[in-house]
């Protein structure tokens, strides 16, 4: 096994029982615990084991009913076990940020992986050379969307002659945006600068249109067509000119929220095969705020049902009742996401009981500090709270509360601890 898939836990990790040996990951679900017995301690986030299957079985048959291959971004988990739980899946490989993250995909089994982001640093350029040298079947892509960017890449490459060209997706953005081509010619430009180039080989097209999506679809849908239009004339334009330097081309977009979208603009007929990919990442466990708001969307469009499933969940302590219609929680920034939504209240467990209750529709966290959570209600429930009773809370952008764990009990049901993952952010 990969040392990144079994890595030993021990109590200075949060939420790891205080008097348990250390133990190593696999050995975490034969331990007995039970989250509502108070066997962890809290703070606590969980992942519902059977929901994340449902989530990973769903989002791979989207892509491949579709005829799509499904290369998940690494950075909403950064975690090597449930890499291997997508790539078993059947995702065609895993997408990352950053090189170092790459290089934790890779060290986790990987075998391909799109750097979705512009790769020019000479530290990061011999760090792929050096991952494609001790494992000659790996595939690392990166993205290219300037000049200036290739003549960092060739100036390494003068360096190291004998080095392999580096594979590389021209990026196509919009105005206004982030990376990427903004014009028809300037990406047409761009793409005969690489396919003259001896440092890289150009394999095929990206763009990433999640930065506008609204959840509205008449606007999403204006905005995707536009983009994936101009996605669709680079690559044919490119076809054209024979400036592919690969037998197989790639064409990648999707990310979490508007993944159907970029669908038809990944269908593309070429005079060489082409495999589109679509890159969405937060599917793994999904939330109850942005991402189900954007699903719901999704559903409407194309009649598929629910779909994704929130899987991800934080556990906290009532910790003080100070004053009517306030209870204040024992969790805050340093574990719960707050960039997109604050934390949802879902459940509330009594202390001393596993009897999990549906919380009111008026109870709502109002502010966060670093520890602290400010639960807030109007109706009776919220006034018989006691101090050690816990509160479910549900989560808007998953990303943003995986990077506070260094590891996960995954859950049943019943809340048994039945597996765990760890994160390498």
Same mark, same amino acid.
């Given at each position: 096994?990969?040392? *990144?898939?079994?890595?030993?836990?021990?109590?200075?990790?949060?939420?790891?029982?205080? &008097?348990?040996?250390? $133990?190593?990951?696999?050995?975490?679900?034969?331990?007995?615990?039970?989250?509502?017995?108070?066997?962890?301690?809290?703070?606590?986030?969980?992942?519902?084991?059977? !929901?994340?299957?449902?989530?990973?079985?769903?989002?791979?048959?989207?892509?491949?009913?579709?005829?799509?291959?499904?290369?998940?971004?690494?950075?909403?988990?950064?975690?090597?076990? +449930?890499?291997?739980?997508?790539?078993?899946?059947?995702?065609?490989?895993?997408?990352?940020?950053?090189?170092?993250? @790459?290089?934790?995909?890779?060290?986790?089994?990987?075998?391909?992986?799109?750097?979705?982001?512009?790769?020019?640093?000479?530290?990061?350029?011999?760090?792929?050379?050096?991952?494609?040298?001790?494992?000659?079947? +790996?595939?690392?892509?990166? =993205?290219?969307?300037?000049?200036?960017?290739? %003549?960092?890449?060739?100036?390494?490459?003068?360096?190291?002659? !004998?080095?392999? @060209?580096?594979?590389? $997706?021209?990026?196509?953005?919009?105005? %206004?945006?982030?990376?990427?081509?903004?014009?028809?010619?300037?990406?047409?430009?761009?793409?005969?600068?690489?396919?003259?180039?001896?440092? !890289?080989?150009? !394999?095929?097209?990206?763009?990433?249109?999640?930065?506008?999506?609204?959840?509205?679809? @008449?606007?999403?849908? &204006?905005?995707? &067509?536009?983009?994936?239009?101009?996605?669709q004339a680079v690559a044919r334009a490119c076809d054209a000119q024979d400036l592919?330097?690969?037998?197989?081309? $790639?064409?990648?977009?999707?990310?979490?929220?508007?993944?159907?979208?970029?669908?038809?603009?990944?269908?593309?007929?070429?005079?060489?095969?082409?495999?589109?990919?679509?890159?969405?990442?937060?599917? #793994?466990?999904?939330?109850?705020? &942005?991402?189900?708001?954007?699903?719901?969307?999704?559903?409407?469009?194309?009649?598929? %049902?629910? %779909? =994704?499933?929130?899987?991800?969940?934080?556990?906290?302590?009532?910790?003080?009742?100070?004053?009517?219609? *306030?209870?204040?929680?024992?969790?805050?920034?340093?574990?719960?996401?707050?960039?997109?939504? *604050?934390?949802?209240?879902? *459940?509330?467990?009594?202390?001393?009981?596993?009897?999990?209750?549906?919380?009111?529709?008026?109870?709502?966290?109002?502010?966060?500090?670093?520890?602290?959570?400010?639960?807030?209600?109007?109706?009776?429930?919220?006034?018989?709270?006691? #101090?050690?009773?816990?509160?479910? $809370?549900?989560?808007?952008?998953?990303?943003?509360?995986?990077?506070?764990?260094?590891?996960?009990?995954?859950v049943d049901v019943d809340y048994n601890v039945v597996d765990a993952v760890a994160?390498?952010?």
């Amino acid at each position: 096994m990969f040392p *990144l898939l079994d890595p030993l836990i021990d109590h200075t990790f949060k939420g790891f029982p205080h &008097s348990s040996v250390p $133990l190593h990951l696999t050995h975490i679900g034969t331990q007995g615990w039970n989250v509502l017995n108070g066997d962890l301690p809290l703070p606590l986030a969980v992942i519902k084991r059977d !929901v994340m299957q449902h989530n990973l079985a769903w989002m791979q048959d989207f892509a491949a009913s579709r005829g799509l291959g499904l290369a998940p971004h690494g950075k909403t988990s950064m975690s090597p076990r +449930l890499f291997r739980r997508q790539l078993d899946a059947g995702a065609w490989g895993m997408t990352f940020a950053t090189v170092t993250q @790459a290089g934790i995909g890779v060290a986790a089994g990987t075998q391909a992986c799109l750097i979705a982001n512009q790769v020019f640093a000479e530290v990061d350029l011999t760090a792929i050379n050096t991952m494609k040298q001790t494992n000659p079947e +790996l595939r690392v892509i990166f =993205l290219v969307d300037s000049v200036a960017q290739l %003549g960092l890449i060739e100036d390494w490459r003068q360096q190291h002659p !004998v080095a392999p @060209a580096f594979e590389v $997706l021209l990026e196509v953005g919009v105005s %206004g945006g982030r990376t990427g081509c903004r014009t028809l010619a300037q990406a047409l430009n761009l793409a005969e600068w690489l396919h003259e180039s001896a440092a !890289v080989h150009l !394999v095929g097209i990206e763009c990433y249109e999640g930065l506008a999506a609204s959840g509205q679809s @008449a606007e999403d849908e &204006s905005y995707v &067509s536009h983009l994936m239009e101009l996605v669709q004339a680079v690559a044919r334009a490119c076809d054209a000119q024979d400036l592919f330097d690969t037998d197989e081309v $790639l064409l990648t977009a999707g990310g979490s929220a508007i993944f159907d979208l970029v669908v038809p603009g990944l269908k593309l007929q070429l005079n060489r095969p082409v495999t589109g990919l679509l890159r969405s990442g937060c599917y #793994v466990t999904h939330d109850q705020g &942005s991402y189900q708001r954007m699903m719901s969307a999704v559903a409407q469009r194309t009649g598929c %049902g629910a %779909g =994704l499933e929130a899987a991800l969940e934080v556990w906290a302590s009532v910790q003080s009742c100070p004053e009517p219609g *306030l209870a204040i929680l024992a969790v805050g920034k340093r574990d719960v996401s707050y960039d997109v939504d *604050l934390p949802t209240p879902l *459940l509330v467990c009594p202390r001393g009981t596993r009897e999990l209750q549906a919380v009111p529709a008026d109870w709502r966290i109002t502010k966060l500090n670093d520890q602290h959570a400010y639960l807030q209600g109007d109706g009776p429930l919220l006034q018989a709270l006691q #101090v050690g009773d816990r509160v479910c $809370l549900g989560i808007s952008h998953p990303c943003t509360t995986f990077d506070k764990w260094r590891w996960m009990p995954l859950v049943d049901v019943d809340y048994n601890v039945v597996d765990a993952v760890a994160t390498f952010f």
